[in-house]
């Protein structure tokens, strides 16, 4: 076969993953590229501006192909790849464990401010401790951890961290321990049962925080990728409205939480009210529920005062 230019590649992928269905076709097909070629995405912007080429023996190129195959069949990109970007990390994922989504950085982004206004800029000298229910693979403590370090880096004043999560599921919670070791920060990872596990830290909890199954039951995703690969029992709440298990969670968040702790969660843009009202039925306060960039609520933060 001839050499074919890393341009031509990229367009026939792209359309190809366009004509089935993929939302975003072009952002697919250079990260499929740049898996193949093991580089980074800047780095192949580079080679195609140059006019680079695959020779038609080139393993590189079959690997390519492979990869749009499987894409094209609507599996996630990230297990193609084997990578999920989140909030700033490259966090193993695959078969078996929930792909992050972007829209979960908000809760990152929330739960970083919180650490830092009950720390109340004392810094390091400051202890903090989070607890992370159903952490999965391990995206939302990890990418809290490094918005922490972000700001260590630029000067602001950060607080220690202890850091905790518990996966129930043994599988996941592989993917969970292989990235916390990849990213070199220490968590006390437990495999259990999120609305169990910690009893040991009982009302000594800063921050808890969860993005927890709460799909309602009976509504299928409609994205295949979703559908189809995502583990079942890390996306359903347990009943119609989705709202069992955050709820149970929520009730095990407040033993864990001292007097004036918090609680972010994420949850369904169908929960934005009804969340917000179970936690307050529970006895926790200052409640907010917070919009992600498309406009639909997304987490809910809330005070657990001590009551109860």
């Known amino acids: 076969m001839e050499p074919v230019a890393l341009d031509a590649l990229l367009r026939s992928a792209t359309t190809r993953l366009a004509d089935a269905g993929c939302p975003s076709p072009a952002a697919d097909a250079a990260a499929l590229l740049a898996h193949a070629l093991d580089c980074e995405p800047g780095e192949l912007h580079r080679r195609v501006l140059l006019g680079h080429a695959l020779a038609g ?39 078996g464990v929930f792909v992050p989504r972007p829209e979960t950085e908000l809760l990152v982004e929330l739960a970083a401010e919180r650490v830092l206004a009950l720390a109340g800029g004392a810094g390091p000298e400051a202890q903090v401790e989070v607890v992370d229910l159903c952490t999965g693979s391990g995206a939302v403590v990890l990418g809290l951890a490094r918005r ?14 202890t850091l905790r999560a518990v996966e129930q599921d043994p599988r996941a919670a592989e993917y969970a321990e292989r990235n916390i070791e990849a990213v070199g920060v220490t968590v006390d990872l437990r495999v259990s049962d999120a609305r169990e596990e910690f009893v040991d830290r009982e009302g000594l909890v800063d ?64 929960q934005g009210e009804s969340l917000p009202r179970a936690l307050e039925e529970i006895g926790f306060d200052q409640l907010a529920d917070h919009l992600d960039l498309a406009g639909r609520p997304r987490v809910v933060e809330a005070r657990w005062p001590g009551r109860g």
């Not at 390519?64 to 195959?69: D, K, L, N, P, S």
């Not at 990109?77 to 989140?86: D, E, K």
């Not at 922490?148 to 961290?161: C, I, K, N, S, Y």
């Open 57 to 95: 023996d080139d393993p590189r190129r079959e690997r390519f192909e492979a990869g749009v195959q499987r894409r094209e069949a609507r599996e996630p990109l990230q297990h193609v790849t084997g990578t999920a970007w989140f909030a700033g990390l490259g966090l193993e994922v695959g078969p």
């Open 148 to 161: 922490l370090a972000d700001r260590a880096e630029a000067g602001q004043a950060v607080p220690t961290a």
């Open 207 to 270: 921050v808890v925080v969860s993005n927890p199954p709460y799909v309602p039951e009976g509504a299928e995703p409609l994205e295949p990728e979703a559908r189809e690969h995502d583990p079942r029992q890390a996306l359903y709440g347990g009943s119609a409205d989705g709202l069992v298990l955050p709820v149970e969670l929520a009730r095990h968040a407040r033993v864990l939480l001292r007097p004036g702790g918090w609680l972010l969660m994420e949850h369904d843009d169908s």
